[in-house]
């Protein structure tokens, strides 16, 4: 029998997704999948954990593609109720999930992320091929695509919008780009990216929000509109944006796939209080809404009118702490307060069960998460150890903030407040309105801080170099420096053999947690409940809303 060719790490870099798709879609068998994998060159032990976390999947997973047997029901409004309003809608320049996964409506990338949030799809690029070495990657563009403005989508755009993406004077997610040396644009239809060095999650990297494309002619002729105003070639086009009250999109007539969105519009009410966005649900003022409160998962799935959707997620729960706050700079306080708090109390408080405890930033199940890490699990004895080896060992008082009207995290820092009361840790909980929460962020303003990660691409590549490099958004504003960490950031995202980056993100993870960057909470599904009238819904585990196969009963 003749031995089969080992791939290249490149080459196993390119099938892993399919061969991922395939477990989450039942279509291959662990015993085929190991003999494949083996091929492949991915160590037993890693394929191993591929095949469990992704065959593992919750029975709702397949819920997210919401595959009808109907026939869909053209026209009609989808009303659409979230708790965060928007900020800002320049794709470099934002990093709130309440324009992320709106604007992706509007706007188009080369490459999309597929509905199982494991794979990568042809978007605004047919077909593209890599060189030999890794460094070159040319991409043939789809024909007759129109922006919403009704000029027709050239090379020329794409070359400037990745251009404008990695040379963001911001540097929100220039880190993404920093391996792209060069875009050349030799045809209308033809884009060409020249790399410096392998860079493994390049293809997922330009999947990503900040590469949407715009028209260059567009972009410059007023660059401040960028930020108010949307102009793409995805299914919905932007009418407008009234602050505190809604987006308003509308479906785009000319969208370069055929019969496509059904929805006449997607109105996008702001309606900050849980319980008053469940009410409007219930009441048949919104046709949707996102990030239920698990509490309420039950009752709502006993309304005849209402299906509710948990579906696979990147989202991880965090106190994000400042470490130039005194005495958060003392490794032994942020050990003591992970160790102080009851992860598995607040996932039955705050969630209902439906969670899991987090023992690492990454979230449970992504790619490289490291499956051997213990976590903090609750031991109040040697929190109080950890805290007695600091330089307030009677404890010390902490402001807790948090995003007003989230009842989830009301709940959370109710309990944890309660939680660090027991090391003498004295937490002034801090509800904060939307506006001063997300600058406070940036500002690092804050002690301790509650907020979430969602995965924007597929690779670790994106949060890792978010929480981990200080010239990224200072290590998810934490003010977090380790140089070993930093290194193998670094060497992971130019490493093209899988096993070697399985083993440099492990190691990153272990350094995360025994330096107690954050405080690690939980994981959980997105919740998301529609009137059964809604058919078509998608939300992928990297969390964008789309609308583009949604449709409403008459």
């Known amino acids: 029998m003749a031995t089969p060719l080992r791939q290249t790490p490149a080459q196993t870099a390119d099938e892993l997704p399919s061969l991922v798709r395939r477990i989450w879609d039942g279509q291959i068998d662990r015993r085929a999948f190991m003999r494949r994998a083996a091929a492949l060159g991915i160590a037993p032990a890693v ?65 999309r992320v597929a509905p199982n949030g494991t794979e990568l799809q042809p978007s605004l690029a047919t077909a593209w091929e890599r060189s030999q070495d890794g460094l070159t990657y040319t991409f043939h563009l789809r024909p007759g695509v129109t922006f919403h403005d009704g000029s027709p989508l050239k090379a020329s755009d794409v070359k400037f919008s990745m251009e404008r993406a990695k040379n963001d ?7 993404t780009l920093v391996a792209l040396k060069e875009v050349t644009a030799p045809d209308d239809a033809t884009v060409v990216a020249k790399l410096s060095q392998p860079w493994a999650p390049f293809l997922a990297d330009i999947a990503m929000f900040n590469c949407s494309v715009m028209p260059e002619a567009w972009a410059k002729a007023d660059e401040k509109r960028v930020a108010t105003d949307m102009n793409g070639t995805g299914p919905f086009t932007f009418v407008e944006f009234k602050k505190g009250q809604y987006v308003l999109l509308k479906k785009n007539p000319h969208y370069w796939d055929a019969g496509l969105p059904y929805l006449d519009e997607v109105r996008v009410p702001y309606v ?53 706050a005194a005495p958060l700079d003392d490794v032994n306080v942020r050990l003591a ?26 979230p449970k199940g992504a790619l490289y998460w490291n499956d051997t890490l213990p976590g903090f699990p609750y031991d109040l004895d040697k929190a109080k150890q950890y805290l007695a080896k600091s ?57 301790a801080y509650c907020t979430y990660w969602t995965n924007d691409i597929i690779d670790p590549d994106e949060l890792v170099a978010f929480a981990v490099e200080p010239k990224t958004s200072d290590a998810f504003h934490t003010g977090w420096s380790n140089k070993e960490a930093v290194d193998l950031a670094a060497k992971g995202r130019a490493e093209l053999d899988p096993e070697k980056r399985k083993q440099m993100y492990f190691r990153i993870q272990e350094l995360f947690n025994q330096d107690a960057v954050m405080v690690l909470l939980y994981n959980k599904p997105y919740i998301d409940v529609l009137s059964k009238k809604v058919h078509g819904f998608q939300q992928p585990p990297t969390g964008q809303w789309v609308w583009k196969e949604t449709w409403i009963e008459h």
């Open 47 to 111: 394929a191993a954990a591929v095949f469990t976390t992704y065959r593992a999947r919750p029975a709702a997973a397949h819920a997210s593609a919401q595959a009808e047997s109907a026939t869909p029901t053209p026209g009609g409004t989808l009303r659409f109720g979230r708790g965060e309003d928007s900020v800002i809608f320049d794709p470099v320049a934002t990093f709130y999930n309440a324009d992320i996964w709106l604007l992706q409506n509007v706007y188009e990338q080369l490459l």
């Open 169 to 175: 004077p911001a540097n929100i997610w220039t880190f």
């Open 272 to 324: 900050a209080d849980d319980n008053t966005r469940i009410l409007q649900l219930q009441g048949g003022d919104l046709d949707g809404i996102f990030n239920v409160p698990t509490g309420r998962v039950d009752d709502l799935a006993a309304d005849a009118t209402l299906q509710v959707l948990q579906l696979p997620s990147s989202f991880s729960q965090y106190v994000v702490l400042n470490h130039k």
């Open 337 to 362: 307060l992970n160790y102080a708090t009851d992860k598995q109390t607040l996932i039955q408080v705050a969630l209902f069960g439906k969670g899991n405890e987090a023992t690492s930033f990454m």
């Open 391 to 447: 330089k307030v060992a009677g404890g010390f008082p902490i402001e807790f903030q948090y995003l007003a009207g989230n009842a989830e995290i009301e709940q959370v820092a109710t309990a944890i407040k309660d939680m660090w009361s027991k090391i003498g840790v004295d937490v002034t909980i801090a509800p904060t309105e939307l506006t001063t929460f997300n600058s406070n962020f940036t500002d690092e303003k804050f002690q």
